[in-house]
């Protein structure tokens, strides 16, 4: 067996050559990353990710262009909050982390912001941890780290995260910060997006107790998230703190269920390739090479979803209906099966799904012929 070096080296380049000739990888963000261990079982979306691909220009390349993304409005919107929250040495941020977290500790007067800068992904990385430790061990002060860079083992795969921002408390424990444009209105936002920048952080949290890890003895990373909106429908910054426990215990759970990436480019046929420029029938069947797992929550979290949903739907695959039909339909995995063993022409009939697709089958006609009398 070559050593891990040597195996690293050559995974970088099979996903090279997956994501085609001078194609630069996209990085995988947190969002991304929560919406990959939301579907631990789609090894399409996971090799995709993996091997950094434009799923959106992949998508357009596929004749299933994709709506899903932010609008050029919403960005520059975010943006500006952001840099409104982070004026002045982040003085609102760090008051509201203080509120809303730890209001026992001295309030922050004057905070350390230490440069994270440096080359790469790799060495932004380092120095992120090099900053995480030196604030450590400046016991009694408050440390902002603006958009520091982490680093997960995806897979297999390093993926790395860039959260908002990471607060140092005064007794050396670490918050995640997540700033969002979405309005809190009277204290409370949407559930909905609420959930979203949870198990977004979550996985910030998750990069961060890796870094912990490493230190001696391990800071404690706090699972309850700062998260900062405009307050009600002003540009003033507003916070809730947001207990991730659940969302971070799900998400390990689900990455840690993901295939690694080398088995699933193992399985690929020789000279697969996902880049745009290819035509489409050779990259539709590079696409169909790799297993999905559709399901109508995609439509909300993947750029190819609109591709898998109609490939799902022209095989009559019950993913289309939602993920608990298909758990409770068991081993019937068309609609062409379910009806059948509806009308009683196929299936176990001691089989629980079975029995009950027959029993609803009697009732309906039942009800129907009620009616018509």
Known sequence: MPPPRRR????????????????????????????????????????????????????????????????????????????????????????????????????????????????????????????????????????????PMLALDVAGSPAFLEPDAVVVHPDGSWTVVEIKSFPLLDGSADPAKVGAAARQAAVYVLALEAVAARLDPAPRVRHRVLLVCPKDFSNLPAASAVDIRKQRAVTHRQLARLTRIEEIADTLPEGTCFSPELPPEQLTAAVEAVPAAYAPECLAACE????????????????????PVRAELGGLTTVEDVLAAARGEAGDPDDPAVAALRRAALLRDEALGATCR
């Open 8 to 147: 690293g080296t050559a995974l970088r380049q099979r996903l090279a050559d997956l994501r085609g000739p001078d194609v630069p990888a996209k990085a995988l963000d947190a969002r991304a990353l929560a919406a990959l261990a939301a579907n631990p079982g789609c090894s399409r979306r996971a090799i995709l990710d993996g091997a950094g691909v434009n799923k959106a220009a992949l998508a357009d390349a596929l004749g299933s262009p994709s709506a899903f993304g932010q609008s050029q409005f919403a960005l520059t919107r975010g943006n500006a909050f952001e840099a409104k929250v982070k004026a002045d040495g982040g003085a609102d941020l760090l008051r509201l982390v203080h509120e809303k977290l730890d209001p026992r500790a001295e309030p922050p007067t004057g905070a350390s912001v230490p440069d994270l800068s440096a080359i790469g992904p790799e060495g932004r990385t380092a120095r992120t941890a090099l900053a995480l430790r030196e604030a450590v061990a400046a016991s009694g002060t408050w440390t902002l780290l603006d958009h």
């Open 304 to 323: 190819l979803a609109f591709h898998c949903r109609g490939r799902s739907r022209a095989a009559g695959a019950v993913t289309t209906l939602g993920r």
